[in-house]
T-cell receptor, first 111, second 113 residues
Framework: QKEVEQDPGPLSVPEGAIVSLNCTYSNSAFQYFMWYRQYSRKGPELLMYTYSSGNKEDGRFTAQVDKSSKYISLFIRDSQPSDSATYLCAMSGYSNYQLIWGAGTKLIIKP | SAVISQKPSRDICQRGTSLTIQCQVDSQVTMMFWYRQQPGQSLTLIATANQGSEATYESGFVIDKFPISRPNLTFSTLTVSNMSPEDSSIYLC??????????FGSGTRLTVV
């Protein structure tokens, strides 16, 4: 079993829909949670960064961390075709700076 | 958060040669990471590079093949040595900034022929 599980998709939704992307993890020591967006042939771009539990909002993006369920989510409101990309979750523990990565979910927003 | 400039952005290299990839950070960072990413896959950590100490390599990666330098807190290089077609991949560097989240360079797309 992988430490971080993420459905690779693809996930296809119509423009304007609310998108929900999720990762589950098994290591209760994880404290730092990140979501990255990666366009084809580009480096990962940090979207959201959360320490410990709770919600964080930035524009159309909301990140949620539920440590009791070992479950993190990224919500995208009013999705746009330009949001079509691969979304990767990553996380680390307090004492280990290395990120553990999900497989990435390919998101397609249909005009 | 930091801005990381990575170069070259892409290269096509002959089998048996070496390529050095550079990452320049616009602020001082203690820790940097080097990754490899195969098409359609997630990131695989090659090594962790701290200034003033030897890089720490992950299982399956060795210093002779992927020597890393970290001469100061704003710069690092990764060399891919004695290349074979199996080394064709995207190579990425990142910082390890816990305050703002980890920032990545734009990547180096390497093709070995």
């Amino acid at each position: 079993q992988k430490e971080v599980e993420q459905d690779p998709g693809p996930l296809s939704v119509p423009e304007g829909a609310i998108v929900s992307l999720n990762c589950t993890y098994s290591n209760s020591a994880f404290q730092y949670f990140m979501w990255y967006r990666q366009y084809s042939r580009k480096g990962p771009e940090l979207l959201m960064y959360t320490y410990s539990s709770g919600n964080k909002e930035d524009g159309r993006f909301t990140a949620q961390v539920d440590k009791s369920s070992k479950y993190i989510s990224l919500f995208i409101r009013d999705s746009q075709p330009s949001d079509s990309a691969t979304y990767l979750c990553a996380m680390s523990g307090y004492s280990n700076y290395q990120l553990i990565w999900g497989a990435g979910t390919k998101l397609i927003i249909k005009p | 958060s930091a801005v990381i400039s990575q170069k070259p952005s892409r290269d096509i290299c002959q089998r048996g040669t070496s390529l050095t990839i550079q990452c320049q950070v616009d602020s001082q960072v203690t820790m940097m990471f080097w990754y490899r990413q195969q098409p359609g896959q997630s990131l695989t950590l090659i090594a962790t590079a701290n200034q003033g100490s030897e890089a720490t390599y992950e299982s399956g990666f060795v210093i002779d093949k992927f020597p890393i330098s970290r001469p100061n807190l704003t710069f690092s290089t990764l060399t891919v040595s004695n290349m074979s077609p199996e080394d064709s991949s995207i190579y990425l560097c990142s910082d390890g900034d816990r305050d703002y989240g980890y920032t990545f360079g734009s990547g180096t797309r390497l093709t070995v022929v």
